[in-house]
């Protein structure tokens, strides 16, 4: 199985993730700067709903058949293990709907985000190596 769709897919979601990131560095933002960042997490939780899905639908679901018990053993501790952060993830969006919130709560909007990114970059590394080094033997 190739995976290489899946990496594109992360390397998309982290250039997002990064430009977030780039902007968290000021001590403080605006308003307008505020939904341009808005505008990025909507742009960000477009591609991680969508990564999602291509990985529930098509990888996970071969993963999980495979004969190799590695294979589907690692599978299903990774799919067990998304779910949790994909709740916190979805969250963590529901929780910051609009500039004027982001503005107004910066610092709690800058330290949740920084967390959030830093766990994704996490599992996206941690798929990219084992995972998908997996699902590329098959």
Known sequence: MDASLFIKQHHEIMTIAQEIIQALHQPSISPDEAGALRSRLVNLSGKVITHLAAEDNVLYPRL????????????????????????VFEGYIGSWTNGKTISERYPEFRS????????????????????????NGL
Do not use: H, P, W
């Open 64 to 87: 999980f058949s495979s004969n190799n018990i590695e294979v589907s053993r690692t599978a299903k501790e990774f799919a067990k293990e998304m779910g949790g952060i994909a709740e």
């Open 112 to 135: 949740q985000s920084l967390a959030i990114f830093d766990k994704l970059a996490d599992r996206i590394d941690r798929e990219e190596n084992r995972l998908y080094r997996l699902a």
